[in-house]
């Protein structure tokens, strides 16, 4: 039995009905059914006709976000697992600052489960980094690996939630605190990007440079 590829259209309508949710929750993040279609210039039964229910599309936008956040963990190939934790966690924060509804909405409380399966490849890579780091002296080892782990995404996850992605030293603070909860003094993570100018903290300037070419 031969399974029909879905006709374009649909596959478009798809697309814009993801675009318009994401522009929609942007402004509000209660947004109805039927705003996010209005948006999308479709019908509600359009809509309906390719998700379920509001929670549907929110957790496929959430899907497709975390698909760009495992691909940064899967790229980040860094031997010290210091500066490997730190340009990850940049990386995210920039990749955050440019899907922060998606980000937003992973965060809420009523998605955590779905959030945590989707993002699971993320936080494999999180959780063999905390190891190395303990492994060569690097990291903290008071805690276990997997309290460590934990620990580090749940301080980013309160971070993310309450600094505006957008602001000026947002993307530093998020570093500089995910390096302190491994272990890292502060002057250490001083010492440690300073040497690393590679790994980008200026997400704000770079985020604002894209919104104004893509106006």
Do not use: C
């Amino acid at each position: 039995m031969t399974t029909r590829a879905p006709r374009r259209d649909a596959v478009e309508n798809r697309v814009g009905i993801l675009s318009a949710a994401r522009a929609a929750l942007a402004v509000d993040p209660h947004a109805s059914i039927d705003a996010i279609a209005r948006s999308a210039g479709l019908s509600r039964r359009t809509l309906y006709g390719h998700f379920d229910d509001r929670d549907a599309l929110i957790r496929e936008l959430i899907s497709s976000g975390a698909q760009r956040f495992n691909a940064i963990a899967e790229s980040v190939d860094d031997a010290d697992a210091r500066i490997a934790l730190a340009r990850l966690a940049a990386q995210l924060w920039r990749e955050a600052a440019h899907v922060q509804v998606a980000a937003a909405l992973a965060l809420d409380e009523s998605h955590v489960e779905h959030t945590a399966a989707a993002l699971a490849p993320l936080r494999r890579t999180v959780a063999a980094l905390v190891r190395r780091g303990q492994e060569d002296g690097s990291f903290r080892t008071d805690l276990a690996a997997p309290t460590l782990a934990r620990l580090i995404e749940e301080m980013a996850r309160i971070v993310v939630s309450r600094t505006d992605a957008m602001s000026a030293g947002a993307a530093d603070l998020a570093v500089r605190t995910v390096l302190s909860i491994a272990g890292l003094s502060w002057r250490e993570a001083d010492t440690l990007l300073a040497s690393h100018p590679d790994i980008d903290t200026t997400v704000a300037a770079t985020a604002d440079t894209d919104r104004k070419a893509s106006a």
